[in-house]
C-alpha cells in the first residue's frame, strides 16, 4: 500500500481498508485485555508456587550445611545472599505493581480485578515519564534493575555453573534502548511500559517477577547439585593402579587393575587390622621389607552397618629388591657438555630417595626438582660427575662420569634477524639490526653483537662498534647502485650477560634493490 504515486481511488480504497483495521483491533480489545488478566493470574499463581519452593530447596541446603558442613557449607552461605537480594528486588516489583492497580477496585463477584476497564494506562504514564525522558521514579527503577544484575553477578562470582544464569538475567532485565516496529531506538521503559493498558503493564510486571524467582531456583538447583558432587565423590574420590606386585623383571607380563577409592573422615571402618594405620579415612601402611623376593601384605577392615560389624578383607603383594650399587647419570640434551651455557641434567640412583643422593662436579649445581642439576662447566675438555647414595640401613655406594666439554659452536650473521643474506632498499639496511644465530643448537642462548666490518663494491671497508650502520655505512651505501652486495663481516659476538666471545661469525651479504 506504500509504493509508487497512488490514484485517488487507490488512496480512498487504502484509508477504507485502515479503518477497518482499526474497527477490528476495537472489538477484540475487551477479549485482549481479558487474555492479559488471564496471563497476569498464571503468572502469579506459578510466582507464588516458586515461593513455597525456593523456600524448601533453601531449607534443604541449611540443613545439609548443618549436617555435613564443607561445601555445602559454602553453598548455603551463597544461597542465602543471593535469596537476600532476590526478596529485594521481588518486593520493590510488587510496590510498583501495587502502583498500576491503585485506584482499581476488584469486582466483589468474581474477586478478580476488572480486566475489561483496565485499558488505560495513566497511572504509568504520569509516574514513570515526563516526554521522551523518565521522571525521578523511572530513573529509580532502572537504578534498581542495574543494581539487582550487578549484585546477583557479584555474589555468583565466575563460577562457569552459573554462567547461563547470568546470562539470562542480564538478557531478561536489559535496560537498552530498544528499536520499535519502526527501527527507531526508544527508552527501555518507553518500550514496554509506555502508553500501554495498565492489564498490560501488571502482566509485564508479573513476567518480571517469574524471571527473578526463576533465577533463584536455577541458583539453588546448581548450588545443591554442585555441593552434592562436591561431597560424595570428586574431591574424595581417587583413581588408584593396584598391580599384582610392585616389581617386575625386564620382559615379564604386568597384570593389575584399575579401581575408584573413596577416602573421608566420615567412612572410617570402626576397626583395621593390618601393617599400618587409618588416616583421613584411608589406611597408611608402614612396614619393614623382607627378604628379596615376592612378599605379601593383607588385612582387614571392619565397618559397622545397620548395627551389624561388616569386614572387608585385602591381600596385596610386593617384591623386595637387592639395594643398588650404581648411580643413573645422564645429560637431558646430548652426551657432552657445553661451555657458556648452563646444561640441564637428571642425576638419580636407583632405588635412593633424591634426599639421600649427593653429586659433586666442578661447576655443578642442583636445580628444581628430584634429581635436577645444572651443570656450568669451566675450562679444560672433561667434566667427571661424582655421585654418593645413602642406602637403606646406613651404607653408602659411590658412582662416576666422564663427560666431554666442548665450546659453543661458531654462529651464523643475520640482517633483521634473517640468515644467509637478505635483500631490499637501501633505507631497510640503514635501520635493520645485525644479529647472530645458532642454527640447530640445542640450547637457547641470548648473543650480542659488539661490532663488524661493513663493506660496498669499490668502498673502503668501515669498521663499525655496536650492531647497527653509522654514518660512514650510509654515505658508502649511498654511492652503491641497484645489485650490488653489501657485505657484512668480522662479526663480533658475545654471550649476553658475560664476556665470553664466540668462534668466528659466518657473514651475511644484503643485495640492493
Not at 514496554?192 to 539453588?220: C, M, R
Not at 593389575?256 to 601393617?275: C, E, H, I, Q
Not at 643413573?328 to 637428571?346: C, E, F, L, Q, W
Request: aromatic share 8%; proline share 4%.
Amino acid at each position: 500500500m506504500a509504493g509508487g504515486k497512488l490514484t485517488p481511488r487507490q488512496k480512498m480504497i487504502n484509508l477504507m481498508y485502515l479503518v477497518f483495521i482499526a474497527m477490528l483491533a476495537l472489538n477484540m480489545s475487551k477479549e485482549v485485555l481479558s487474555a492479559f488478566g488471564i496471563m497476569n493470574e498464571r503468572f502469579e499463581e506459578s510466582n507464588n508456587a516458586a515461593v513455597q519452593s525456593n523456600a524448601q530447596m533453601l531449607a534443604s541446603l541449611d540443613a545439609k550445611a548443618s549436617e555435613a558442613g564443607g561445601e555445602f557449607a559454602t553453598a548455603a552461605k551463597t544461597a542465602h545472599t543471593v535469596e537476600k537480594l532476590t526478596k529485594t528486588f521481588y518486593e520493590y516489583i510488587g510496590a510498583l505493581k501495587s502502583d498500576v492497580v491503585k485506584g482499581t477496585e476488584v469486582d466483589e463477584s468474581t474477586g478478580k480485578l476488572p480486566y475489561e476497564s483496565m485499558d488505560k494506562g495513566d497511572q504509568i504514564d504520569e509516574l514513570w515519564f515526563q516526554g521522551d525522558k523518565y521522571t525521578a521514579k523511572g530513573d529509580e527503577i532502572i537504578s534498581t534493575i542495574e543494581k539487582y544484575k550487578a549484585d546477583m553477578k557479584a555474589a555468583l562470582g565466575n563460577n562457569k555453573k552459573f554462567t547461563s544464569t547470568v546470562k539470562e538475567i542480564e538478557a531478561k532485565f536489559n535496560t537498552d534502548k530498544v528499536k520499535n516496529k519502526d527501527g527507531v531506538e526508544i527508552n527501555f521503559l518507553d518500550y514496554h511500559f509506555k502508553g500501554f493498558p495498565s492489564i498490560s503493564s501488571l502482566a509485564k510486571l508479573s513476567a518480571w517477577q517469574n524471571d527473578v524467582k526463576k533465577a533463584e531456583t536455577d541458583v539453588y538447583n546448581a548450588l545443591l547439585g554442585k555441593a552434592a558432587v562436591a561431597a560424595a565423590s570428586y574431591s574424595n574420590y581417587e583413581a588408584i593402579v593396584v598391580l599384582e606386585k610392585n616389581a617386575y623383571f625386564q620382559g615379564e607380563n604386568v597384570k593389575g587393575k584399575v579401581v575408584l577409592g573413596r577416602y573421608d573422615a566420615n567412612t572410617s571402618p570402626t576397626k583395621f587390622d593390618g601393617p599400618g594405620k587409618i588416616e583421613n579415612g584411608q589406611a597408611v601402611i608402614s612396614l619393614t621389607a623382607g627378604a628379596v623376593g615376592e612378599q605379601n601384605i593383607n588385612g582387614q577392615f571392619t565397618f559397622v552397618e545397620d548395627g551389624k560389624e561388616i569386614p572387608l578383607k585385602f591381600a596385596g603383594k610386593y617384591v623386595v629388591v637387592p639395594q643398588p650399587k650404581e648411580a643413573t647419570i645422564s645429560a637431558d640434551k646430548m652426551n657432552v657438555v657445553y661451555r657458556g651455557v648452563v646444561n640441564p641434567m637428571t642425576i638419580s640412583f636407583a632405588g635412593v630417595s633424591d634426599s639421600d643422593v649427593t653429586a659433586s662436579a666442578p661447576g655443578l649445581s642442583k636445580g628444581s626438582g628430584p634429581g635436577k642439576y645444572n651443570m656450568s662447566p669451566g675450562q679444560g675438555t672433561e667434566a667427571v660427575i661424582n655421585v654418593t647414595a645413602k642406602l637403606p640401613g646406613g651404607k653408602t655406594a659411590n658412582s662416576k662420569k666422564v663427560f666431554r666439554i666442548k665450546g659453543i659452536p661458531a654462529p651464523v650473521g643475520t640482517i633483521g634477524g634473517e640468515m644467509y643474506g637478505a635483500k631490499g632498499q637501501k633505507s631497510r639496511l640503514a635501520v635493520s639490526q645485525i644479529g647472530a644465530k645458532l642454527p640447530d643448537f640445542d640450547f637457547d642462548v641470548n648473543l650480542t653483537v659488539t661490532g663488524f666490518t661493513f663493506k660496498a663494491p669499490g668502498q673502503a671497508a668501515v669498521i663499525v662498534s655496536g650492531n647497527r650502520v653509522n654514518s660512514q655505512c650510509e654515505a658508502a651505501m649511498a654511492r652503491a647502485s641497484r645489485g650490488d652486495a653489501i657485505t657484512i663481516t668480522d662479526i663480533k659476538v658475545k654471550l649476553e650477560g658475560s664476556n665470553i666471545m664466540l668462534p668466528k661469525t659466518a657473514p651475511v651479504v644484503f643485495e640492493i634493490q
